[in-house]
DNA sequence: TTGTGTTTTACGACCTCC
DNA sequence: GGAGGTCGTAAAACACAA
């Protein structure tokens, strides 16, 4: 891609490339047998009707003028040419109609190309914004579940003081009746976060962070308002079941679903 | 000047559609 | 079966760094 005069610009959203200045055209297109005569040069004479042979004759590139009127067509006829269409430019353009042909299939398959590197760009920036929350989000889960630890521990180690000093109450009846003076530390919040149902996938590929907190369970003070940590965008299941969807797909990959 | 990489023109093989 | 398409590739033309 370190050339910078080429004349083409593409379709639709595709960048535009200006034309650079060319040494004069040749005075001669024309390279194949029906429209050679006697003043056809011999390195001309090879490669058409001979098949592939073809060899001394010189590629002749096309005129500035005969591209941007090959663009033109090609843009105003969404890339399909008629055969009359195809037989009046080529007329126009002193070619042969099949070398119109041959530019058109050449120009589609170029933009073919093009189009695909920029879909591709375009999924790329998708991917890298929805991979960039994907991350946020398991940060986000991770210091969650680190607090139900943290929290689940503190409820713990109540239960195990109330129960060293005699009292009976277990730390679901004491949460609920409101009287001890430890329970009364813990925010409502915190109690309700301690309650969260945190069954996770075992595939789950949100990180290590899946670890399910053991032993949370405030039975008696859940059953009413038990709470499931929701995700705001709904990740389906399938989203920690199959991880290797979520790897980087390599250009083969995209190139063979395209 | 030369070596190297890219673009452009052209073709053959194969496929699809009428 | 013929016309016209895509795909893969050859080779000339071209740009550019060393």
């Known amino acids: 891609m370190n050339r910078p005069a080429d004349h083409h610009q593409f379709f639709m959203q595709l960048p535009v490339q200006q034309p650079q200045p060319q040494p004069p055209p040749p005075p001669q297109q024309q390279l194949c047998a029906p429209m050679m005569d006697e003043q056809t040069p011999p390195f001309l004479a090879g490669r058409c009707g001979g098949g592939a042979a073809g060899r001394g004759e010189r590629k002749r590139r096309f005129t500035d003028e005969q591209i941007r009127s090959l663009e033109s067509m090609f843009h105003a006829h969404h890339a399909k040419l008629e055969p009359r269409e195809k037989a009046e430019l080529a007329r126009e353009l002193g070619l042969q109609p099949r070398q119109v042909a041959i530019w058109f ?63 009976a109450a277990t730390a679901s009846s004491s949460s609920c009746n409101g009287g001890e003076e430890e329970a009364e530390e813990d925010d409502k919040r915190n109690v309700v976060l301690a309650c969260v149902d945190m069954e996770a996938p075992e595939s789950c590929v949100l990180g290590g962070a899946c670890a399910t907190p053991a032993d949370v369970s405030v039975e008696s003070e859940c059953d009413d308002q038990q709470q499931h940590l929701d995700y705001d965008d709904g990740f389906p299941e399938s989203f920690c079941a199959t991880p290797e969807l979520w790897e980087p797909w390599p250009l083969m990959e995209w190139n063979a679903v395209a």
């Open 105 to 167: 299939q050449n120009k589609r398959a170029r933009w073919r190309s093009k189009q695909l590197e920029h879909d591709y760009a375009a999924l790329r920036a998708k991917f890298d914004t929805l991979h960039a929350r994907v991350e946020s989000l398991k940060q986000e889960k991770l210091a969650l579940t680190t607090q139900i630890q943290e929290l689940s521990e503190r409820l713990r180690e109540r239960d195990d003081r109330a129960a060293g000093s005699g009292g």
